[in-house]
């Protein structure tokens, strides 16, 4: 029996080669995203590959929608895996970025993939088998500047995912985290920024973030390693708790394990554009 596997926000980056990925590894995949408009990306990016998908309209961000999406493809479908892979960044210092945006920021990248877990739950475990995989980044492990709610939204959903593996456990469902690195996704080609920037420095650091953005995307790695990682993680039969994927995903962190506190908010300040070195002028 063919396995059937949601991805959310299928229609690009991460979430698109993933589906992708997996089709062609056999699996019956259902790709989630806003519209038809963007879910016709996936459709079309299928054919083009000579695989098929079927896809589901569905807003993470809106419990109703989500609701609603998982009950239909429930309807006609045993939901065997889950991957939690929609999401957007919200770039800004903690002082610049509003309350409204931060809710927003969490409900995505938070909320929304342990709203999506416990509504395939009930079935995952009636059944004794299933996978979900939520995918995170490497700033789940570490912190930037200017990108603090990110980064929080993703520690937070590394955290719940840590709980949720070991309260399903029991049951027969696995749970793994992914954590990719910089890769060609455009997720930070479309971030969020502050319309306006409490300092001078942070509205400077703000603009050559965006700049690098659209520069250093053209040579970032294709995101199909992500989506390889994806699929690793829901065929092993034994998952890691936790995959790195990418150089200076696994760099980044273990310099944030082996290098002094005092150095490296020096070296992030002055890579994300807030402070000077000292001996600078």
Not at 46 to 65: F, H, P
């Amino acid at each position: 029996m063919t396995r059937s596997v949601v991805v959310t926000g299928a229609n690009s980056g991460i979430g698109l080669a993933t589906a992708l990925e997996l089709a062609g590894a056999g699996y019956d995949v259902i790709g989630t995203a806003r519209s038809a408009e963007k879910a016709q990306i996936l459709l079309d990016a299928a054919a083009e590959r000579g695989v098929t998908v079927r896809t589901a309209l569905l807003d993470v961000g809106d419990a109703e929608s989500c609701a609603k999406a998982i009950a239909e493809i429930e309807s006609t479908t045993e939901i065997w895996g889950l991957v939690n892979n929609a999401g957007f960044a919200q770039a800004g210092s903690v002082e610049d970025v509003d309350d409204e945006a931060v809710r927003y920021q969490l409900e995505v990248n938070l909320v929304a993939p342990a709203r999506l877990a416990h509504l395939v739950l009930p079935g995952m475990r009636s059944r004794g088998e299933g996978r979900i995989v939520n995918v995170s980044s490497v700033a789940g492990r570490m912190s930037m500047p200017l990108m603090a709610w990110y980064c929080a939204s993703k520690h937070g959903l590394e955290a719940m995912t840590d709980a949720l593996r070991m309260e399903v456990a029991p049951y027969g469902v696995t749970v793994a985290l992914v954590e990719p690195g910089s890769f060609g996704t455009g997720i930070w080609e479309g971030a969020a920024y502050p319309d306006d920037a409490a300092t001078d420095l942070y509205a400077a650091a703000y603009e050559r973030a965006q700049k690098a953005t659209v520069t250093g995307s053209r040579i970032m790695p294709d995101p199909v390693w992500v989506a390889r990682t994806v699929r690793l993680a829901l065929s092993s039969p034994v998952p890691l708790a936790r995959y790195l994927v990418g150089a200076d995903a696994v760099g980044g962190v273990l310099a944030e394990r082996l290098v002094p506190t005092a150095v490296t908010d020096v070296v992030k300040g002055v890579l994300a554009g807030v402070r000077k070195l000292p001996f600078s002028r």
